[in-house]
């Protein structure tokens, strides 16, 4: 069974610096999806950044950026310039690549990220 | 954002009593999730529906159920509420689960956060 691991409940970094949340995950599939969401205090949940397996380049949204390490099983999110807006719990997901009518996504347990001004 | 609403979006009610939860998209997208949401836990799949009246266990399900009698609504009931049924519920949608992309990405409606007495 996949399985997603979030090691840090919690996390603190200061405005303008950068911060890395890490995730690794198990699996014996060759390909699938990884993600990182972003839930704020509205609950609202928030796509960040999506990796797919298969391909080797490290995926990159703006000031958000990924650390994909296919046989290490891990899957880092680094945030730079960190902002206020960002601190919220971190989600990072799993999803085989071709899951059939389930498509369900395996979450890890989350990282609560506060920025401090 | 995708039209995805959930209601209500905050219920309290008492153990034994049931509940029907809510979740209505205006986007024509076949699948449709729901998972809960747990401190500790991360999101967990409930069921899910992969068309009109078809419909699946996830990980999670005992003492729920579900139905999709219509594209646009998919319910959750918990026939016999329990306190450890306390929990925020979300409702997810995706258009594809076949084709790699961002036509496979789950949007997330914005929450349901039940309690039971």
């Known amino acids: 069974a996949q399985t997603v691991t979030q090691s840090q409940p919690e996390m603190s970094v200061q405005e303008a610096e950068t911060v890395t949340l890490s995730c690794t995950y198990d699996t014996s599939e060759s390909d699938y999806y990884l993600f990182w969401y972003k839930q704020p205090p509205s609950r609202q949940m928030i796509l960040v950044i999506r990796?797919?397996?298969?391909?080797?380049q490290n995926a990159t949204e703006n000031r958000f950026s990924v650390n994909f390490q296919k046989a290490a099983k891990s899957f880092s999110l680094k945030i730079s310039d960190s902002q206020l807006g960002d601190a919220a719990m971190y989600f990072c997901?799993?999803?085989?690549?071709?899951?059939?009518?389930?498509?369900?996504?395996?979450f890890g347990t989350g990282t609560l990220l506060a920025v401090q001004p | 954002d995708a039209g995805i609403t959930q209601s209500p979006r905050h219920k309290v009610t008492e153990t034994g009593t049931p509940v029907t939860l809510r979740c209505h998209q205006t986007e024509n997208h076949r699948y449709m999730y729901w998972y809960r949401q747990d401190p500790g836990h991360g999101l967990r799949l409930i069921h899910y529906?992969?068309?009109?009246?078809?419909?699946d266990k996830g990980e999670v399900s005992d003492g729920y159920s579900v139905s999709r009698s219509k594209t646009e609504d998919f319910l959750l009931t918990l026939e016999s509420a329990t306190s450890s049924q306390t929990s925020v519920y979300f409702c997810a949608i995706s258009d594809s689960v076949r084709s790699a992309g961002a036509n496979n990405e789950q949007f997330f409606g914005p929450g349901t956060r039940l309690t039971v007495l």
């Open positions: 997901a799993y999803r085989i690549l071709y899951g059939g009518a389930t498509n369900k996504l395996i």
């Open positions: 990796q797919e397996a298969y391909k080797q």
């Open positions: 529906s992969y068309g009109v009246k078809d419909t």
